[in-house]
């Protein structure tokens, strides 16, 4: 089974910056403790800090579903539909493994 690569830009405006970074730091360690996660990383853009980069692993499609159903995402997810200026999810395939072509 390979592993589930997610990459999450979120931006917000000046006015909605500070509440949404809190909002973005309080899903770190009830992500990290899910059943499945592998890795939970976020970053602030250094050139535009409105930008923020969640970086993430599951060990499956099926715990990255179930992420999604958690309380913590939901309650995210809800405010980022009021208060964040883009959201842009992107499902990854990565190279990097060795994989076969059959």
Request: net charge negative; aromatic share 12%; glycine share 2%.
């Amino acid at each position: 089974m390979s592993l589930v690569h997610i990459l999450a830009t979120i931006s917000f405006s000046h006015e909605h910056l500070e509440k949404g970074k809190q909002k973005l730091i309080e899903v770190l360690a009830p992500s990290r403790a899910e059943h499945g996660n592998v890795s939970y990383l976020l970053f602030q853009d250094q050139s535009d800090p409105h930008c923020f980069i969640f970086q993430e692993i599951w060990q499956s499609t099926t715990a990255f579903e179930m992420h999604q159903k958690t309380s913590h995402f939901l309650n995210l997810f809800n405010y980022l539909k009021v208060y964040a200026q883009s959201v842009d999810i992107k499902t990854l395939a990565d190279f990097n493994e060795p994989f076969s072509e059959d």
